[in-house]
């Protein structure tokens, strides 16, 4: 029998109106987008019928960018909240993924446990948990705090959040629910457990008042790619989204995590690595640059230096000569990856600032392809058989339609290419990604065990 060539992972980046901030001044764009339901019912429902592995929702707590007087030039301001939006969107799928960003900064981890744990019980195993440190200085000041938390510290606290809820995730063992009406035995005590976790951030007691859920635990993602996020991807995750540009450097990232997880005694098959992509699809690459070059003009240009400046980190660089070179910059404490990532493009390009805020204000410093559909899934092909990726983020630049011209063009072609699924493998988001379904910590203990 022929073998199946190995499948590569496909995820919906949804991002209110497309991932291109010039995205909603498209003749073709919903009003809105960002709370409007019907929308997002639309994409998820097409995301699905196409047999991708999962819906994905960011998520900041914070208005994108900055208040300066061009605020109002940008619709990065109004957004559903993730988790109740993929409540909704459970009712209406029955086999996609459904991933959403809760921050370890600004939240408790009985909270997230909880309220992952319900939504896979609600879509009937389909959940995951986007684990992100945060790094905007509008979160902080919506949570407490004046500044943002130092990068290091932030993921030694996400590192125990982690364990603090899977902790929480195996409260009940699979069999715990007896159910027993004749004998009036709800559950069997002995296999609840209480976590008591005492540690340097958090003190939680447990147990978690929801059952174990369908997929044992909801699928760990993480998206943070500094040092300090590879590590707690090594150590813990399941998905990692990430945003190299480049192939070679695609292929170092994958290869170094995938290393790394050894270090934790886990197989390099347990995380997927799906680098977050910008698709431009078009008759040539010509025109699909011309379609990029429409949305760029939809951006007030002043819209750009406060996109550059937080993607550097906070950095305001609108004081130096913008046809000038990039000066050097301090490491910040914001997003530590993408800062490099900027960087390290603006001096292998050679671009002025200019040219590199025009860049950043598009595709905010993720990976641009642009072509036909043929184009486009070379590659994909490339750096999925290249050893830099497991799959991919599809970050369409407008929505609804850049996600549907990839649907009904380039999924068909990397069908054809015999490297995506005609259809789904499970029912659960583990099963399709052919992640394992976790064993409960507690279920080889003797009963009455210590808990
Ligand atoms: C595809 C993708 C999705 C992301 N989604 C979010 C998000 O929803 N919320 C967020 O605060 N950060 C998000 N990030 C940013 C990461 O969480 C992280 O802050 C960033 O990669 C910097 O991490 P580092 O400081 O470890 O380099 C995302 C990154 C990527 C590549």
Same mark, same amino acid.
């Given at each position: 029998m022929?073998?199946?060539?190995?499948?590569?992972?496909?995820?919906? &980046?949804?991002q209110d109106v497309g991932h291109h901030i010039g995205a909603w001044r498209h003749p073709d764009a919903p009003l809105n987008a960002g709370m409007n339901l019907e929308h997002f019912k639309l994409l998820a429902r097409r995301a699905e019928a196409a047999k991708f592995?999962?819906?994905f929702l960011g998520d900041q707590m914070t208005f994108q960018y900055g208040? !300066?007087?061009?605020?109002?030039?940008?619709?990065?301001?109004?957004?559903?909240?993730?988790?109740?939006?993929?409540?909704?969107?459970?009712?209406?799928?029955?086999?996609? =993924?459904?991933?959403?960003?809760?921050?370890?900064?600004?939240?408790?981890? &009985?909270?997230?446990?909880?309220?992952?744990?319900?939504? !896979?019980?609600?879509?009937?195993?389909?959940? =995951?948990?986007?684990?992100?440190?945060?790094?905007?200085?509008?979160?902080?000041?919506?949570?407490?705090? !004046?500044?943002v938390m130092e990068h290091g510290l932030r993921y030694q606290r996400a590192q125990e959040f982690v364990e603090v809820v899977q902790g929480l995730w195996d409260s009940w063992e699979d069999d715990a629910l007896l159910n027993d009406k004749s004998t009036g035995h709800f559950f069997d005590p002995r296999k609840l457990h209480v976590l008591d976790h005492q540690g340097r951030f958090f003190k939680v007691r447990g147990p978690l008042n929801i059952s174990r859920s369908v997929q044992g635990q909801p699928v760990l993602v993480q998206a943070g790619s500094s040092s300090?996020?590879?590590?707690?991807?090594?150590?813990?995750?399941?998905v990692i989204f990430t945003a190299q540009r480049s192939l070679t450097d695609a292929q170092a990232f994958y290869r170094g995590v995938k290393e790394k997880m050894a270090a934790?005694?886990?197989?390099? !098959?347990?995380?997927?690595?799906?680098?977050?992509?910008f698709p431009i699809i078009g008759e040539s690459e010509a025109h699909a640059r011309e379609k990029f070059e429409q949305l760029q003009s939809?951006?007030?240009?002043?819209?750009?230096?406060?996109?550059?400046?937080?993607?550097l980190g906070g950095i305001d660089l609108s004081s130096y000569p913008v046809d000038g070179p990039l000066p050097e910059l301090p490491l910040t404490q914001g997003n530590q990856s993408r800062q490099g990532l900027l960087v390290d493009f603006a001096r292998r390009e050679n671009l002025t600032i200019r040219q590199l805020y025009w860049h950043v204000t598009g595709t905010r410093g993720h990976w641009a392809i &642009?072509?036909?559909?043929?184009?486009?899934?070379?590659?994909?092909?490339?750096?999925?058989?290249?050893?830099?990726?497991?799959?991919?983020?599809?970050?369409?630049?407008?929505?609804?339609?850049?996600l549907l011209e990839f649907i009904d063009q380039v999924v068909p072609e990397l069908r054809r290419r015999g490297l995506f699924r005609h259809e789904y493998a499970g029912a659960t988001l583990r099963e399709n990604l052919g992640l394992a379904r976790p064993a409960n910590r507690y279920a080889d203990r003797a009963p009455g065990g210590a808990s």
């Open positions: 022929k073998q199946q060539k190995k499948q590569l992972r496909l995820g919906a &980046f949804l592995d999962m819906i208040e !300066d007087e061009h605020i109002g030039r940008t619709t990065r301001t109004v957004n559903f909240e993730p988790l109740t939006l993929l409540s909704a969107l459970a009712m209406i799928t029955e086999k996609i =993924g459904l991933v959403a960003t809760a921050s370890t900064s600004y939240n408790e981890p &009985f909270n997230v446990a909880r309220k992952f744990a319900s939504l !896979d019980h609600i879509s009937g195993g389909r959940s =995951g948990w986007n684990v992100v440190t945060s790094w905007t200085l509008g979160e902080a000041l919506n949570f407490n705090r !004046d500044e300090d996020g590879q590590d707690l991807a090594a150590r813990s995750a399941e934790y005694g886990r197989h390099p !098959d347990r995380l997927k690595i799906m680098p977050g992509v939809w951006v007030d240009p002043e819209i750009g230096w406060p996109v550059l400046a937080r993607h &642009f072509g036909t559909a043929a184009q486009i899934a070379d590659q994909l092909e490339e750096r999925f058989t290249g050893g830099g990726a497991d799959g991919f983020n599809i970050m369409a630049p407008w929505l609804p339609g850049g």
